[in-house]
Every structure is written in C-alpha cells, then in structure tokens.
C-alpha cells in the first residue's frame, strides 16, 4: 500500500471548506481519494464559525507552516486574491510541493513566473478549478485536444454573472437582490466588482487562451466590459429580435501562424442567437466552446462556481498529483487514474427494475370507454400517467398517447400486458423512454 498524500489547505472559505468536506468523506470516491490525508489548514482567524468540522489541532494562522510541514505533499491554495496567495505559491515551489490552485488572478498574471518556478523545482502547478468551476476544461486543453490546432475558445466563464442575467430576464427580479443572493450561494467573488465589470471572466479567458495557443497572453491588454453598464432595455429588445444577453469571453487565432502568433481575446456582454447551444446556458452554469482541428466543436457545460463544483476540480487535481506519485514509486506502478483500472465489482440490476419515464402509443378502437380502460390498466399497477391524449380519432380508429412518471420496467410490462389484452386496443405502436 502506498503512503498516503499530505494535503495543506491554504483557506478554508467556500472552496476550502468544500475540498476538507471531500477528504472527510472518501467513501464511494474513487480509492485514491482515500489515500489523501488532509494535514494542516490555514486559516485567517481561529475563531471564525467554520464551514465544515474540523479537528481544530489541524488548524494553524501560519500559511508558511502548512507548506513547510514535512509531512504535506501537495499545497492546495484556495485564499485567492493576488497577495499573499502568489508568494505563497512560489514558497510551496522553493519547498519542493506540488500546489493546486483556484486562483484564477494570480495565474492570469503571474501564471508564466509560476510555471516557470515549478519546472525548475520538478513540480507541478494544477489550475482546473481556476476555470469554470466543476467543468473539466484545463485538463482536456492541455491533454484530451492537445492532437488538435486550435482556433478558437469562447464561452459563458463566470457564473454569478449569468446567475444574474438569468434571473433578471427569467424573473425580472431586481439586479441589487439577485447579487446577493449570487454571493450568499458562494458564488461570487469576495469583491464583486470582479465579477460583474467582466474582470474574473477576462482572467479566465486570458488562462484559456494561454493553454490552447501555447503562449502567454497579457491579461491586462484583454478589451473588458462587464454587466454593470447592461441596461434592461436592451435585454428586452435583443430578445423581441430573437436573441439572449450573455457575457461572453472569445479568445480566437488571428492567422495561421505567426511569431508571436496574432490573437483576438474580449469579454463582452454579447447577443447570442436563442437556438445558439451558449444560449441554453443559464444560472450559475457555465459553458466553453472550444473549435479546433479536426475536432470541430466540442463544448464543456456545467456548475461554473460554487463550493461543491469547484472543490471538485480542486480534489481531481491532487488526484492528478497523488497519481503520478503513485506511478514513480518505482517499475510496475501506474497511475491508477490513467489507467482508470476497476476497484470494485459492480453488477447490472435485472431489466424490470430499471426506472424511467415512459411514451407509448396505441391503435385503438374510437369507442367509448377506450381512454378510461386504458387508464384503468396503468392505475391498477401503479403506473401514474403524467398526460394521456387521443390523436386522429375516425372511424377507422383512434391512437392514444401516454406519458408516464418514472415506473419500473416491471410495472409498465404488466401494465402494457393488460392493455394489449383490451378488445378495443388494436395494438402498441410505439415505446420510447422520457426524461
Ligand atoms: N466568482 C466566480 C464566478 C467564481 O462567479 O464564476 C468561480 O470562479
């Protein structure tokens, strides 16, 4: 069995907490999530109500005594803000760890200094949760599509920001009670300036950008606006002519190629046509296109903030770390997540016990009565109808279309048995599942 992973929090705010909450609980995770021992945690103040229960000895005001503390492995830095949470980074570096972070400041403009202390150190620096919270967006950049040139990345990135155009255009609800339930939800940034004048979407943007042209970009020359200067009447209008308002970040290549190669970043509140797949995204979800040759599109859509989400992308990359640990622990080991091997058996339950919403059709006779029996069927073994509906009724006969709750297999077998059997019932011509 190999060692355990050392884990020191640095912050234990909503992601902080969120990740501790994760470590505490390994059970059903992947095995490896059992191998992470959460050692040390900074916090601010001692005395602060805490998100999640801790062993207070863990505990500690010292960032620098988590890092330093022999027996943590990986530093995971979820204060954010720009200091001291770089220096801090750069000191985890110099002391030989690994460090995962959701800083997304830090690492849109110092993210070129900190990559470069770390492979100097032989270190790694992990970022997933700097960008679109629980969505899996770094690592396939910098893996998954790396066979691909990649020509364009654009998307919805901040979350609170269209929590709040969704309410306001879903609710008309008033944009100062929408923020605040946006940070009351974990959402938004201990500043919310950030989010809402663009600025937490345009260090994003800058991050991707770096990842899929392969250069680091200047975060500070990135044209930003925000939402804070949107009036309602334009969401109102854009809509009448069949668009919603999102804020959108693009990052897109200029030219085939070039040195430096030309690129084309902005955030910007932005009409996106309503059958557009970005304009299904709402609340605090968020979405990246990424186009790239020869993939095409592919898209990323998920929780783009929030404790849970974001704590996820955190655990998956001290994940990363404890499994290419694993797999230099000499000849023969592997990185158990690269090579996704099982770790417990697993079994399919018999078809009659799958659950799901079900469509049918039936050929009927048009007589009287036809409906109530066949809603008499379904009744007697349980099934609940959410709709019933007869179509082209003549004197040839009728079709009648079901839609039900979720019902076993089982039941709606005995239930469709029972129909079939009806005399008036000529038979079922259609059988689809429903979400
Ligand atoms: N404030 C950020 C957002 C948090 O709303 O998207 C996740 O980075």
Redesign the pocket.
């Known amino acids: 069995m190999a060692a355990k992973v050392g884990v020191g929090l640095l912050g234990l705010g909503t992601v902080g907490g969120g990740v501790a909450s994760i470590l505490q609980n390994p059970s059903e995770r992947h095995p490896l999530v059992g191998e992470l021992e959460l050692i040390r945690v900074a916090v601010r103040d001692l005395n602060r109500p805490r998100p999640v229960a801790l062993d207070e000895s863990l505990l500690t005001t010292d960032p620098s005594a988590v890092i330093q503390d022999p027996a943590v492995d990986v530093v995971v830095e979820v204060i954010g803000g720009l200091e001291p949470a770089r220096s801090l980074i750069l000191q985890a570096i110099a002391a030989g760890k690994s460090v995962v972070t959701?800083n997304?400041a830090v690492i849109a403009r110092h993210g070129q200094e900190i990559a470069e202390a770390a492979a100097a150190a032989g270190v790694y620096v992990l970022i997933e949760?700097?960008?679109?919270?629980g969505i899996p967006i770094i690592e396939p950049l910098k893996q998954s599509l790396g066979g691909n040139r990649i020509n364009r990345v654009s998307g919805i990135?901040?979350?609170?920001?269209?929590?709040i155009l969704t309410r306001m255009a879903e609710e008309g609800a008033a944009y100062d009670a929408v923020l605040k339930d946006?940070q009351e939800l974990g959402?938004?940034?201990a500043d919310?300036a950030?989010?809402v004048d663009g600025l937490?979407?345009a260090d994003?943007i800058a991050i991707l950008a770096t990842l899929a042209f392969g250069g680091s970009v200047d975060r500070a020359a990135v044209p930003t606006d925000g939402i804070s200067g949107l009036q309602g009447v334009d969401v109102d209008y854009a809509n009448q002519l069949g668009y919603g308002v999102k804020l959108l970040a693009v990052a897109e290549r200029m030219a085939e190629s070039g040195d430096p190669l030309p690129l084309s970043l902005r955030v910007q509140p932005t009409l996106v046509p309503k059958d557009h797949p970005l304009a299904g995204v709402n609340g605090?979800n968020?979405a990246i296109l990424v186009e790239g040759d020869p993939i095409g599109r592919v898209m990323f859509y998920g929780p783009?903030?929030?404790a849970g989400p974001?704590a996820s992308a955190v655990v998956a990359d001290i994940l990363n770390i404890a499994g290419i640990r694993q797999a230099s622990e000499g000849p023969g080991n592997v990185d158990p997540l690269l090579a996704a091997s099982s770790w417990r058996p697993c079994a399919l339950v018999d078809s009659g016990d799958i659950r799901q919403r079900h469509y049918v059709r039936f050929k009927t006779k048009d007589a009287p009565g036809v409906i109530g029996n066949v809603g008499g069927c379904f009744g007697q073994r349980n099934v609940s109808i959410q709709s019933i509906v007869q179509f082209n009724a003549s004197d040839a006969g009728a079709e009648i279309v079901v839609i039900t709750h979720e019902v076993s297999q089982r039941q709606m077998n005995e239930a469709l048995d029972a129909i079939q059997a009806l005399p008036e019932v000529s038979g079922l011509a259609a059988h689809l599942g429903c979400l």
């Not at 990135?157 to 929590?163: E, L, R, V």
């Open positions: 959701a997304k949760a700097a960008v679109g919270g990135i901040n979350g609170t920001t269209n929590y946006a959402y938004a940034e919310p950030a989010d937490d979407a994003k605090v968020n783009g903030a929030g974001t």
